[in-house]
């Protein structure tokens, strides 16, 4: 795990070599492009598939946010913008996964199903901080609905992100930090009482 002097810069697509370097744990400032997606929007992403249709954007090495942002005020480029639960997309990562989805963002814990998919892919998935979705948007340089107007804040957009702040919850091994930290936690706590 890095520390917190650590922290790596890391720009642009993010290649398999990249993603076989970092590590549960790692804390890294990422600056480049982002796609927002919910659960309404990864349900028309897997209707679209399955009709046989192209998605609104390259999956193959591209970054889903799981983000339904707040409307931008008058001279802000988009309004708060935090991580939502995982788990809502959790049925529909894999299949995303196995057609080149490179790194997911959001809060909480994902089924083992995703867990061997982001294994099976060499894929990340990074947290970010649950309640600081305004220090997040401070991230964000450009914001472009690029589908699903109709879906209003859950519509699917691009971002380009300038050191959005992330933390590593699951690397291409699926070192997962959801397991990691409680059993150090439990582990430390537990030598200290003997």
Do not use: W
């Not at 963002?105 to 309640?131: D, H, L």
């Amino acid at each position: 795990m890095a520390s917190a002097s650590e922290t790596r810069h890391i720009e642009g697509r993010l290649d398999i070599s990249t993603r076989e370097s970092l590590h549960a744990g790692d804390a890294i400032l990422y600056t480049g492009t982002v796609y927002t997606a919910r659960d309404a929007a990864h349900a028309r992403f897997v209707a679209a598939l399955d009709r046989g249709e192209i998605l609104p954007f390259d999956i193959d090495g591209a970054i889903i946010y799981y983000a339904g942002p707040a409307p931008a005020q008058p001279g802000q480029v988009i309004g708060s913008c935090g991580p939502t639960s995982s788990y809502r997309m959790d049925p529909f990562a894999p299949r995303l996964l196995d057609l080149g989805l490179a790194a997911m963002i959001g809060k909480g814990i994902r089924s083992p199903e995703v867990v061997e998919a982001i294994r099976r892919n060499k894929a990340v998935y990074f947290a970010a901080i649950g309640g600081a979705a305004a220090v997040i948007a401070q991230s964000v340089r450009s914001a472009e609905v690029i589908a699903y107007e109709d879906l209003g804040t859950e519509a699917v957009r691009k971002l380009e992100v300038v050191e959005m702040p992330l933390t590593v919850a699951i690397d291409s091994t699926g070192a997962n930090i959801y397991e990691i930290g409680p059993k150090a936690y439990l582990g430390s706590h537990s030598e200290e009482n003997r």
